[in-house]
């Protein structure tokens, strides 16, 4: 599976990074980064990890899945990504050529 990315309003970036960190540490995964960009890293069952970064923009943030699961589709992924972050699904996800 391609890499691709979304984009997803949120109404506070620092909180909504912080939730995504949480989400993600409680999920056995790392996320590092600041309030312009970063990355992160899930473990998942029958995949090596979901991978991927992030990069601010207003109240903005762009999460760009780099190393995708073949067990669920870039819509699954964002709309779990917006949950993380407790954001808005704003565009995508659209496949990196």
Same mark, same amino acid.
């Given at each position: 599976? #391609? @890499? /691709? /990315? &979304? !984009? =997803? +309003?949120?109404? %506070?970036? $620092? @909180?909504? =990074?912080? #939730?995504? #960190? @949480?989400?993600?540490?409680?999920? $056995?995964?790392?996320?590092?980064? $600041?309030?312009?960009?970063?990355? &992160?890293?899930?473990?998942?069952?029958?995949?090596?990890?979901?991978?991927? =970064? /992030?990069?601010? +923009?207003? %109240?903005?943030?762009?999460?760009?899945?780099? %190393?995708?699961?073949?067990?669920?589709?870039?819509?699954?992924?964002? %709309? +779990? !990504?917006?949950? &993380? &972050?407790?954001?808005? =699904?704003?565009?995508?996800?659209?496949?990196?050529?």
């Amino acid at each position: 599976m #391609k @890499a /691709y /990315y &979304f !984009s =997803l +309003q949120v109404e %506070n970036v $620092n @909180a909504a =990074l912080t #939730k995504g #960190k @949480a989400q993600i540490e409680a999920r $056995n995964g790392t996320f590092t980064g $600041n309030d312009v960009s970063g990355s &992160f890293s899930i473990p998942a069952p029958f995949f090596s990890h979901i991978g991927g =970064l /992030y990069a601010v +923009q207003g %109240n903005v943030v762009t999460v760009t899945i780099t %190393n995708p699961p073949g067990f669920a589709s870039p819509q699954f992924v964002a %709309n +779990q !990504s917006a949950t &993380f &972050f407790g954001g808005t =699904l704003q565009t995508g996800p659209t496949e990196l050529s």
